[in-house]
């Protein structure tokens, strides 16, 4: 109310405070047929910022070249922007400089963090209000922005301008120079106020945290707010538990000395924890972070490896980067998920980079290797695509193995009964096509096995653990292939040698004999390691078998070739399929009765969910038998821990909000206005979360 | 404040919405099969399943064993092991001087007619210790030269018998060379016993393999004899020694087809065979014997598929009773939770 009335009345601390709004930035108006006007920003913090002094009738209505456009309150008013320093992560805030061109005056209007904006303040301004309204935003979880302006002397400006052009020409250091061009004039800055803004979350956003944490992911939480601000979004969004659960430890420090003490003790705090079960979690702050990274990685990198969770707040990009790569150290698969610009480093940096294409432009999902819409689809993208693609690997893997090595075993017993002279037991027609057609189409069908359908997977995230241990693709899983293709191999050569004895021990019929021996096995190999069998499996199986007598027949009826006859021959010899069958029958036969023991008596997780799945209902019976947090609970669970998913659009809304309880985005100023309602709330909840630092 | 702004908002979010422009969607064209989701029938190894598959095999398997063993005892075979036994006493101690020299190789042995042989009979020579196989061996021969008689001195691959007095040898290489020479007549009671020696060769090798028109030459004139020689006014193609020898064998120990006897054979008949033993596998310790065999539906005598048929039927048939037994026994409920570790202790990772 006051505000609006304060807007109404033109006070003029507000109208500068909106006009600093409304101008800083890099948005663009776009107007629309109908006359409504949207922005287009590359933030959504300018965004937000613009909407709402275009909700408090300050509204950035047109730019024209450097002529911007203001409505406010009926009147226009027009300024010529003379100069943009744009954002970078370094300075941590931005400026333009405008012109008015009604009365000539030149401004510096600014925004940024608060350290970056409140010591610059000119001698004598009174920045305790300010400091202590960003306090209690960030304690909301909002992000904070100062803004103040600076009027400049015609002078001054052109003087700087000089400075400032010859800086953005240089080619050595530009960055740098550009920066130092920029501190002479961010300075004396007469500080209007504070913004702040809810950075809502994504829905799903704690039922997605909480079933990768099942699924035995550690989760870092990197991000450029402020502590406080940072806590916060890390409480509601199940990050980090609230005190009984939970438990946060701070590391903090101006000095190394201050960072070192406080990193030991939060290391031996983790240490005598983790035993427990508890969610022992650090905070640490980008200057901390510098710090430990530089002075005492040692110690940084075993609580590390202690903590499963983390948070990082007020780092830069290259830190993020810099975090990725120390975990990736210790001898963590990293994945770095992130949707801005200052992400993109940590996302390239990680193992896996997942970019959210949003609302702050595609950088960060155009640098990452997997871009998603919403964060929570991190859940189906690690769960159910990451798990299929790792199974299907090491199938894929471990078979080509299997199957190469079953011809070269044969190839290798074969030399001990041809004086090891290196006689091929298989025509070269047979060695060109067997890796290529014979048996590369069934397996490459594998790519639509699913051994588990979505929803058990999504019911029992901790499967995953069979992956992260890598139970699917190890030394000895190689050897059971190994062992596997040496048997295959010994069943194959031996049937074929004494099935085709004396006088049936021609050259090229043996070789056909030995090969269709292994085609056969092949098939049936792929058909019992298949868990799921669409059309396509069965064509591509059963259909690859039949490929190979058509293949060979065709090779029969060429004359010249060295095979000429011999597989019409073969198939009308009952002997033949007598042989094959033999084959099959000792190939598969302990491979089945082994795997249906282990499968029966000593089933693996995957296996008694398979059972599960078929046997139906289990599963939903399960969690009566033995009650745990499923999926089911944290559906209904969700909307009481964040408001209202339902009535939210987009992410991040325009908003003014009066009370933090209605979870919208909040917006103040530094002028006394009331914030104050609800700091009874804020007072616990932070003591509550924040007690043991 | 609290009653006007919320208002406002909300208008706020309507126009911001609104003006979103509404983009072209990128989802891409949904198919059952980019999206895997084709119905899918997910088969797991339940006891019955298994115990039934392990017995349906042994229930297929042992009849068929069975079956092939009488077929193979069925067959009739008069093996007679003669490379030793021909080779006259004075020189048992140094039998490559004797296979060399030029004394008569002539050797009568006698077979006994165990059993009733019908018609045909197959005469078969075979040898042991003799790697047909092996790669120099088998490389060393010339298809185009043994098909076309334009191609008489394509000899490249017959190294080291490919030319003889600097002219083409037909047909060359080491196969053709080492081709088997020794000769068996036959009598019973001292009636000349007809071995039939035409059509022991595959049909296809003599059409398609060797040539109507392709006559030996310079064959075995070198220093070094390895076999036996050719009639030159014969074209390969009706050379049926020679096509039957150049089918390689893929194992040391073989049988060649030598030819076929027409008529039943009684039990109790003897056997004269006259015997020229020409070929000399006493350098390489290799056995010679004479098979002669009738041939069943799984052709001739071999235990092998027999036992093996046996063995496999009646490994699995012991697996499914005992895959029985365990399960009854000890029975075990698939998929029961409460095998999942993660069940057992909850919050426990």
Redesign the interface.
Known sequence: MKLLNAVAGGSPDVVQFLTVMAICNTVVPIKSKTGAISYKAQSQDEDALVNAAAQLHMVYANKNANILEIRFNGSVIKYEVLEILEFTSDRKRMSVVVKDCQTGKIVLLSKGADEAILPYAFVGQQTRTFIEAVEQYAQLGLRTLCLACRELREDEYQEWSLMFKEASSTLVDREWRIAEACQRLEHDFEVLGVTAIEDRLQDGVPETIETLRKAGINFWMLTGDKQNTAIQIALSCNFISPEPKGQLLLIDGKTEDEVCRSLERVLLTMRITSSEPKDVAFVVDGWALEIALKHYRKAFTELAILSRTAICCRVTPSQKAQLVELLKSCDYRTLAIGDGGNDVRMIQQADIGVGISGREGLQAARAADYSIGKFRFLKRLILVHGRYSYNRTAFLSQYSFYKSLVICFIQIFFSFISGVSGTSLFNSVSLMAYNVFYTSVPVLVSVLDKDLSEGTIMQHPQILFYCQAGRLLNPSTFAGWFGRSLFHAIVVFVISIHAYAYEKSEMEELSMVALSGCIWLQAFVVALETNSFTILQHLAIWGNLVAFYVINWIFSAIPASGMYTIMFRLCRQPSYWITMSLIVAAGMGPVLALKYFRYTYRPSKINTLQQAERMGGPILTLGNIEPHPRPMEKEVVSPLQISQPKNRNPVYEPLLSDSPNSSRRSLGSGAPFDFFQSQSRLSSSYSRNCKDN | ??????S??AG??G??????PRRNSKRPKYSK?TQ?E????????T?RW?IS??ML?SIV?IP?GVV?LFASRDVVEIIDRYETACVPDGYKNDKVTFIQSNLTKQCNRTLTVKKRMKKPI?V?Y?LDNF?Q????Y?KSRSDSQLKENSSWDDVSSCKPEDMSKDQPIVPCGLIAWSLFNDTYNFSLNDQQLAVNKKGIS?K?DRD??FGKDVFPQNFQNGSLKGGATLNLSIPLSEQEDLIVWM???????????YGKIEQDLQPNDQIHVTLDNNYNTYSFNGKKKLVLSTTS????K?D??GI??LT?GG??FF?ALS?TV?YLV?P?R??????????RN????
């Open positions: 404040m609290s009653s006007s702004t919320p406002s908002s706020g979010v126009s911001a919405d609104s003006a979103a099969f895997q084709l119905p899918a029938c997910k088969p797991i190894l006891p298994v598959a392990f095999v398997f068929i092939s197959y078969y075979q790697y196989n092996h790669r120099r088998v595959w296809s398609s393999k089918r390689t064998a893929a194992l040391p120990t073989f049988r060649k087809l539906w799984l052709g001739g071999n092998f598929l093996a048929y496999v490994l699995c697996l895959f365990v000890k075990r698939l998929g029961d939770p409460s095998y999942l570790s993660w069940n909850p919050g426990g990772h």
